[in-house]
């Protein structure tokens, strides 16, 4: 896959590049990921690509005309691309976008800066998508956690197969807690079931205690899972000992 990430800050965004998951993904060919300055694209000798808003108010907007030719370079360098503007106003990103985007052939990722963008620019969006309701500086660390969410998702990316196994185990719900050497630290012990070495047990175990995780810390995630007859006896027992808790604690 290709992404291309146009932004006033190229050398940030190609950080995502060169560490961990999307940094093997660029390095095997999975994942081809380059950048392109809208500065590039300044229609003044002073490189500017943004200007005072009509109708006056703070801050400074985009100007369409550098944004719009970034996008038609980038389309014509990738053969053809989903344009995609990161933007506070946008759909929220979310994991279902991710595997919508990781199944295209070509991204094209539009870094805002400044109060935003000169609205004539829209016509080049194919959609808007912002990472949550919290005000960033510009697009570029939404754009790079795009990159990093899609990469993982391209086959072969995670390396380890069963972490995107694990993934379909617990789809749309927390993770459960893990544990690791050493088996007994300050006073804490690892539950007993995963050093039991029953496979069955650790995985009903771990299950249940991701359905109770989520109903405890994002009760919201739930309405959106169809529970089967296991994961629904997991939780309810879960829940029946939650509340046994709660009866000795008060
Ligand atoms: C404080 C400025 N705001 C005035 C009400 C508007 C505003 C303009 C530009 C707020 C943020 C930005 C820059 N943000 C992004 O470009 C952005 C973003 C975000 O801020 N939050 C979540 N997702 C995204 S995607 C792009």
Redesign the pocket.
């Known amino acids: 896959m290709k992404i291309e990430v146009l932004t006033l800050f190229p050398e940030l965004v190609e950080q995502v590049g060169r560490y961990g998951i999307v940094g093997r993904a660029v390095e095997s060919g999975k994942l081809a990921l380059t950048t392109r300055n809208f500065r590039d694209f300044s229609e003044n000798k002073w490189r500017r690509v943004d200007d005072r808003p009509y109708g006056g108010g703070p801050?400074m907007v985009m100007n369409a005309g550098p944004a719009v030719a970034a996008v038609e370079a980038a389309k014509a360098a990738l053969g053809g691309a989903k344009v995609i503007a990161?933007?506070?106003q946008?759909e929220r990103f979310t994991q279902d976008w991710a595997k919508r985007l990781a199944r295209e052939p070509a991204l094209v990722l539009l870094?805002?800066?400044?109060?935003?963008l000169d609205e004539r620019a829209a016509a080049v969006v194919d959609v808007e998508?912002?990472?949550?309701?919290?005000?960033?500086?510009?697009?570029e660390l939404?754009a790079m956690a795009v990159v990093d969410a899609v990469a993982r998702l391209l086959p072969g990316a995670l390396g380890d197969e069963q972490s995107a196994e694990n993934d379909s185990f617990s789809a749309g719900l927390l993770d459960h807690p893990h544990f690791t050497r050493p088996e007994l630290w300050r006073g804490e012990a690892v539950p007993e079931v995963l050093l039991s070495g029953d496979h069955a047990a650790v995985r009903r175990w771990r299950l249940q205690r991701a359905l109770g995780a989520t109903w405890l810390k994002r009760p919201d995630l739930l309405d959106r899972v169809e529970l089967d007859k296991e994961q629904d006896a997991l939780l309810r027992e879960f829940i029946a000992q939650q509340q046994q808790k709660e009866r000795g604690g008060t």
Request: glycine content about 30%; proline content about 4%; charged content about 15%.
């Open positions: 801050g990161l933007s506070p946008g870094c805002g800066r400044y109060e935003g998508l912002s990472v949550g309701d919290f005000v960033l500086s510009g697009g939404a």
